[in-house]
């Protein structure tokens, strides 16, 4: 059977003492170690098959080296998927794992409390709560029981550290995309629903338009429900009118895709005729559409890694100076650039 290893097999291996390579394996701040010396201790520790023992750890520090994420449907979200994988990443670097439990956005309070006493149960160092879409949401109570910070998401009374994507950014970056095109005459089709990403996107579109001395008719909005159908309508509505835009900003590539069909019946062709930026980078959209859309993405990724590393952060009781900081974080929206974007046919008189 295979021994095993302890720490001072890696000592004797390293030609170092048993306390060395405790300093080196748990990143000892204080420890006088050459880095040639932690470049040792690491390769025995490796090739000896050695890890650190977490029962012993969570004795010694009182934490588990477990992290829960309690998921407003995103497990089952395609594209909002990808706050998992940033949690889990950057939760493995810091030698951290990550426990996920799937709820609904329908979930009742009492639904979403259950799971996070579930998490608590398991003695989790400290909970993400992560939702699909960026919304303020009713926090369960006893979410404040250990360090929490929410993902795409504010709470209703505050007291959580939460991130979400600049959503207002990322509207003014889709519009002066449009802008650097040379069109003057753009469309906002936008979502029906009361939600942040609806408001911050209308505002940095207007905004954006009324900076570059665009205002009034210069900016026609149309509002539907945020899916194809929704898209396809508004932008019948607003193409077929009398003095249409030469260019579309969409709620999302969703309504984009709606968009498309909408001009593909009008006759019009993308880009040559209309210009048209989406937003959220569904890929299995946005690439796939023809020709392939030019849109804002979400920062969904860098949301659960920048989370985890900031719950992790507050359990060791190293977190930066803004961790209390009033509002949420906000990450960057980058564009993404494809080939429905072009100069306009025809210059506005």
Not at 264 to 271: C, F, R
Request: proline residues 5%.
């Amino acid at each position: 059977m295979r021994k095993n290893i302890g720490i001072k097999d890696v000592a004797l291996a390293a030609g170092v003492s048993a306390t060395t390579v405790s300093h080196v394996l748990n990143d000892v701040a204080y420890a006088r170690v050459s880095a040639e010396t932690r470049d040792k201790v690491r390769s025995a520790a490796v090739e000896l098959g050695y890890g650190p023992n977490r029962l012993a750890q969570a004795l010694r520090s009182k934490r588990t080296g477990m992290l829960g994420l309690v998921s407003e449907d995103i497990a089952t979200t395609p594209h909002a998927g990808r706050i998992l994988l940033g949690a889990d990443d950057a939760a493995r670097a810091r030698g951290y794992t990550l426990m996920v439990i799937n709820t609904s956005v329908a979930a009742g309070l009492a639904s979403r409390e259950a799971d996070v006493d579930a998490l608590l149960e398991r003695q989790v160092d400290g909970i993400l709560y992560a939702t699909m879409y960026h919304r303020v949401v009713e926090a369960p109570p006893n979410l404040g029981k250990v360090p929490a910070v929410l993902v795409d998401a504010v709470s209703e009374g505050g007291g959580f550290t939460s991130v979400v994507p600049d959503e207002y950014g990322g509207a003014r970056t889709a519009v002066e995309t449009l802008l650097a095109a040379g069109h003057v005459r753009i469309g906002f089709i936008n979502n029906t629903e009361d939600e942040p990403s609806t408001r911050e996107r209308l505002r940095g579109f207007r905004e954006t338009l009324h900076g570059a001395g665009l205002d009034g008719g210069a900016a026609p909005v149309e509002a539907a429900s945020s899916d194809a159908q929704g898209g396809y309508e508004a932008a019948r509505r607003m193409l077929e009118g009398g003095h249409p835009p030469s260019a579309l900003f969409c709620y999302n590539d969703r309504m984009a895709m709606g968009a498309y069909r909408a001009a593909a019946e009008l006759g019009l062709d993308i880009p040559v005729d209309l210009s048209v930026v989406g937003f959220d980078d569904q890929e299995l959209i946005a690439a796939n559409l023809h020709p392939g859309l030019t849109t804002v993405a979400l920062p969904h990724y860098e949301m659960g890694a920048w989370a985890a590393q900031r719950l992790i952060d507050t359990v060791e009781g190293t977190q930066l100076p803004d961790a209390a900081a009033p509002g949420p974080v906000l990450l960057d929206c980058p564009l993404v650039t494809r080939s429905s974007v072009a100069p306009p046919r025809y210059q506005a008189c």
